[in-house]
Every structure is written in C-alpha cells, then in structure tokens.
C-alpha cells in the first residue's frame, strides 16, 4: 500500500498539487495578527462638538439663509438659528476685521442664554443689524454646560479662546461695501 501511494506522490503533476493545497489550507487556517491602526484618543484630546446654526439675512428686497462666507453689506440684518439643547447655554460672538468681538446673542449684552427655553424652533429672538465695516468677519456660535459671559471669552487670531468644556462652531461672512 505504502509503495503505491509513494509511486503517486513521485509524479511531479500529483506532488504539485498536493503542496498548492497544502498551502492553501494553510492560508485559510492561519490567519496574521490583526494590528489596529487607528488607537483611540486620549479623553483629553476629544473636543465636543458645537450645536449647529443656520445665519439668516434679511436685506432690503429678501430673506435667505445664508451661506457660509456669504456676501453681505452694512445695513443688513442678520437672525439666528440654532439646534437647541436641554441645558446647553448659548452665546453668539462676532469677531470684526480687526480681531475685535462683539455680542450678537444675546442681544443685551448679558450672560448666555438657554435657547431651548427662549426660542421656538430654535430661532433666537432679535436681529443684529451690521455696521459699515467692511472685511471678512467670523459668528461663533458658543455652547455650554455651565453659565458664562463675554467676559470670559478672548480673542486670537483669527480665532477666539473659550471657556473649557465648550464647543464652538464658526460661520464666516464677507461684510462688501453696497
């Protein structure tokens, strides 16, 4: 028995054959390390993400939203929307030109505000109505879990520095002269 099936294994085409399957199943049963790539960030590293709104305008002739670096001119006026939140106080900053800040949300000047309580739908109460610089300007719309102010709001450039445990998220407009 054991001469025949050596007399099978010495033909070269039957000895091929065997070894390819051999790899194969070799292939198929041991499998390489799987290395993860992606590690997971650090708690430090994860910055939560701002709630998101909508910039209307409303010009002489019209309302539109508008789109972010969207043109704009002195005299118009601007109105705000936001995804609001149970417990998320909101601010909107603008940041001129020059790198100066300035209140837009809310419109008294106060402490933020929790839009889930005064708005509906979202839509925060009042317009800004823009002055006669020109220039790209930055709205940051600015939400926390916890009571804060413009006070404790710095500006970069470019940029602005806010409170910790708050998220941020910028919309662009581009002030032109009429």
Not at 82 to 111: C, T
Not at 131 to 141: H, T, V
Request: with cysteine.
């Amino acid at each position: 028995f054991w001469a025949q099936v050596r007399s099978v294994f010495a033909q070269p085409a039957v000895f091929g054959t065997s070894m390819a399957m051999a790899a194969i199943v070799m292939m198929l049963v041991v499998q390489p390390p799987v290395v993860n790539l992606i590690e997971e960030p650090t708690p430090d590293t994860i910055r939560p993400k701002g709630s998101s709104f909508t910039v209307f305008k409303n010009s002489k002739d019209s309302v539109e939203i508008l789109a972010n670096g969207g043109k704009v001119q002195a005299g118009d006026k601007l109105r705000f929307k936001v995804d609001p939140r149970e417990g998320i106080d909101v601010m909107v900053v603008g940041q001129e030109a020059n790198g100066k800040l300035y209140m837009a949300f809310p419109l008294d000047g106060s402490e933020a505000s929790r839009p889930s309580l005064a708005s509906e739908q979202g839509i925060l109460p009042g317009t800004i109505e823009l002055d006669q610089s020109i220039g790209r300007e930055k709205l940051y719309l600015i939400s926390c879990e916890h009571p804060f102010g413009l006070s404790n709001i710095e500006a970069n450039i470019d940029d602005i520095v806010v409170p910790k445990r708050c998220a941020t998220s910028s919309f662009e407009i581009n002030k032109v002269s009429p």
